[in-house]
């Protein structure tokens, strides 16, 4: 099947885009405030866009509090969101009660983190620290914004919990990391394979064309 995303008419009972952007990961983001409320939440429009400097970036559709209280106060933190804290990963995306945390009803606690002032989630076994570089609303063809928000910010702290350290490298087999598909479809990640980037093109080990 192909189908016009102008129309979108693919004539499927759900909008299959996210789909097949996915396996995407979940950053669980932690902020707090100017006027010290602390706010959790998971961002599956989540990624790494750069090794130099450390950039992440997570999307906010519309102006949600992660988003704004990183933008106000120049700080997030990206906690990793794994297998046995899925159940509280979900429940941090419900708005809190006012006054209340994301992290009190999730049954998580909050931990100092060592340079931005938002907290990180001491039961995540890894959390970028992150100072927010740019914030923008991206546009399409037709130059009209979307209704996302973009937060970019610079990696400057990196908390690692040693149990997911095997030989030195962080093991995703010992983290088992969540990610988010279409639907109301998550996976895990348990099973890892290796292969070495050739040095030089070498298609004789690729099946024949038919
Ligand atoms: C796994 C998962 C991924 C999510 N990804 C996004 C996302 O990328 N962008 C978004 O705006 N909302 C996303 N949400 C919904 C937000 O987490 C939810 O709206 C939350 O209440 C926002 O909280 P905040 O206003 O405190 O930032 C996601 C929810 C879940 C469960």
């Given at each position: 099947m192909?189908?016009?995303?102008?129309?979108?008419?693919?004539?499927?009972?759900?909008?299959?885009?996210k789909?097949?952007?996915?396996?995407r990961?979940?950053?669980?983001?932690?902020?707090?405030?100017?006027?010290?409320?602390?706010?959790?939440?998971?961002?599956?429009?989540?990624?790494?866009?750069?090794?130099?400097?450390?950039?992440?970036?997570?999307?906010?559709?519309?102006?949600?509090?992660?988003?704004?209280?990183?933008?106000?106060?120049g700080?997030?933190?990206?906690?990793?969101?794994?297998?046995?804290?899925?159940?509280?990963?979900?429940?941090?995306?419900?708005?809190?009660?006012?006054?209340?945390?994301?992290?009190?009803i999730?049954?998580?606690?909050?931990?100092?983190?060592?340079i931005?002032?938002?907290?990180?989630?001491?039961?995540?076994?890894?959390?970028?620290?992150?100072?927010?570089?740019?914030?923008?609303?991206?546009?399409?063809?037709?130059?009209?914004?979307?209704?996302?928000?973009?937060?970019?910010?610079?990696v400057?702290?990196?908390h690692?919990?040693?149990?997911?350290?095997?030989?030195?490298?962080?093991?995703?087999?010992?983290?088992?990391?969540?990610?988010?598909?279409?639907?109301?479809?998550?996976?895990?990640t348990?099973?890892?394979?290796?292969?070495?980037?050739?040095?030089?093109?070498?298609?004789?080990?690729?099946?024949?064309?038919?």
């Amino acid at each position: 099947m192909f189908y016009r995303t102008d129309t979108n008419d693919h004539g499927l009972p759900h909008d299959p885009f996210k789909a097949i952007v996915s396996p995407r990961p979940i950053g669980w983001i932690s902020t707090r405030a100017l006027d010290g409320r602390v706010n959790l939440a998971p961002y599956s429009f989540f990624n790494a866009i750069s090794d130099k400097p450390k950039l992440v970036m997570f999307s906010s559709v519309g102006m949600k509090d992660s988003a704004s209280f990183a933008i106000e106060s120049g700080e997030f933190v990206a906690n990793l969101a794994t297998a046995p804290l899925a159940m509280a990963l979900n429940r941090s995306s419900a708005p809190a009660p006012r006054g209340g945390s994301e992290f009190a009803i999730s049954g998580l606690t909050e931990a100092d983190c060592e340079i931005v002032a938002a907290p990180r989630v001491r039961e995540s076994p890894a959390a970028l620290e992150c100072q927010v570089t740019q914030s923008f609303t991206p546009i399409g063809l037709d130059g009209r914004p979307s209704e996302n928000v973009m937060v970019i910010g610079e990696v400057v702290g990196i908390h690692i919990d040693e149990r997911i350290l095997r030989d030195g490298m962080v093991s995703m087999e010992l983290a088992e990391p969540l990610s988010r598909l279409g639907y109301l479809d998550y996976a895990v990640t348990r099973e890892v394979f290796q292969m070495r980037r050739p040095r030089e093109a070498d298609a004789s080990d690729l099946p024949t064309a038919r």
